[in-house]
């Protein structure tokens, strides 16, 4: 019996989606570079199911039905281009190479181009929701080959994760590199929702002195209401894990954060593209600042701040963080999705944003009931330039408007390190000034630089120069946009 799809990577995440696939009744083809774990694998979690354990790439491609399908899950980078090298040489046309792992954007579009040009199929799918979600229904979004969706549809939403009508979180995003940009852009946001929900925590515990079942409480309770959220539940459950001798396991573990780099590709890319990805690079920086411990630890030693203590009632500062957490997780969904809308232009994709956000809504890290409110902001409105003009999150941000600010500016005040609800609150201040100091900024670039300035007397688009000391010249510098 030929297998329908084979994969190549039996690491937690292979292992894990090739299993989903088998239960529901897909017969699955295995192969990984060292052997053993296929045979391992095999005669363990895999003993008498669907699965044809293969000890060549050969083998693999041999073993599967037409057209034939061979998905990778293999470190991002140079791992990937290897194998499509070594797996080419043993397909035909109209056949289908998958990149299931976190590969960068432009590679994928490359990969894409490259594998086109032998008469192939090429892939490039996010997956999210981590060794749960590829086990039980994780979130994917494919993108590349338009040709390929078909035969990899219904594979792909047997095993993704369902919402309201048994709805699959996987549908197709677009040409080239859309699936592993829109990836990007979760993982972009996973940093921002992840940082604005430490930060709260911090908050709770050094400016309020609350107990961790009391913080677990708290997070219990907003995964009641509009913040529910696998990452909102998640918290809760951390805090309340108790350590072998009593104590709150969460306070055992170092304070410095790992990442992987999609959080730093989603800044970059912003940067590349002119958009304000503030809260989702402050969130990466606060990562590194992490991982700065021993100069933290000495700096904590010598640099003075002031002395925490709050006077306030504790029930109206934990409503208004709950308000502050909204409000800064509402300006990340909308800095991301502006960066999507912004790429989608840069290379030619015709992206859904609903649909996007439905796919976000199970399966992944940051699922959540807050993402049908922005399907159904772009349902009403598929131009939205930002969700923040959106009717209903307007009305959601007036209400947290003046909790979110009590908390910005009681964090500061008690020298309490929050650079995400700031730099959330400092972006929706900064989107809503219908005239920003900019002005100032220009002339000092034409001051210095001859750089040129448009004038508000002026159509736009014609350009000026002063001479401001007198001793410049009428030669300006050549005008051009970053």
Known sequence: MNANIGLIGLAVMGENLVLNMESKGFTVAVYNRTTEKVDHFINGRGKGKNFIGTHSIKE????????????????????????????????????????????????????????????????????????????????????????????????????????????????????????????????????????????????????????????????????????????????????????????????????????????????????????????????????????????????????????????????????DLEKAVYGAKLVSYAQGFTLLREAAKEYKWNLNYGSIALLWRGGCIIRSAFLSKIKDAFDQDQDLDNLLLDTFFQKKIDEAQEGWRNVCSTGLSQGIPIPALTSALTYYDGYRCDRLPANLLQAQRDYFGAHTYERTDKQRGEFFHTNWTGRGGDTASSTYEV
């Open 60 to 319: 693999l491609v041999d073993s599967l039905e037409r057209p034939k399908k061979v998905m990778l899950l293999v470190k991002a980078g140079k791992p990937v281009d290897d194998f499509i090298d070594q797996i080419i040489p043993y397909l035909e046309p109209g056949d289908i190479i998958i990149d299931g792992g976190n590969s960068h954007y432009p590679d994928t579009i490359r990969r894409t181009a490259y594998v086109e040009s032998k008469g192939l199929l090429y892939i490039g799918t996010g997956v999210s929701g981590g060794e749960e979600g590829a086990l039980l229904g994780p979130s994917m979004m494919p993108g590349g080959s338009s040709e390929a969706w078909e035969s990899v549809k219904p594979i792909f939403q047997a095993i993704a994760a369902k919402v309201e009508n048994d709805t699959p979180c996987c549908d197709w995003v677009g040409s080239d590199g859309a699936g592993h940009f829109v990836k990007m852009v979760h993982n972009g946001i996973e940093y921002g929702d992840m940082q604005i929900i430490t930060e709260a925590y911090h908050l709770m515990k050094n400016l309020l002195g609350m107990s961790h079942k009391g913080m677990h409480d708290v997070f219990r309770k907003w995964n009641e209401g509009d913040l529910d959220s696998y990452l909102i539940e998640i918290t809760r459950d951390i805090l309340g894990f108790i350590d072998e001798d009593g104590e709150p396991l969460v306070e055992k573990i170092l304070d410095t954060a790992g990442q992987k780099g999609t959080g730093k590709w989603t800044g970059v890319t912003a940067l590349d593209l002119g958009i304000p990805l503030t809260l989702i690079g402050e969130s990466v920086f606060s990562r590194c600042l992490s991982a700065q411990k021993d100069q933290r630890v000495a700096a904590a030693k010598v640099l003075s701040g002031p002395s925490v203590t709050f006077k306030g009632n504790k029930q109206d500062f934990i409503d």
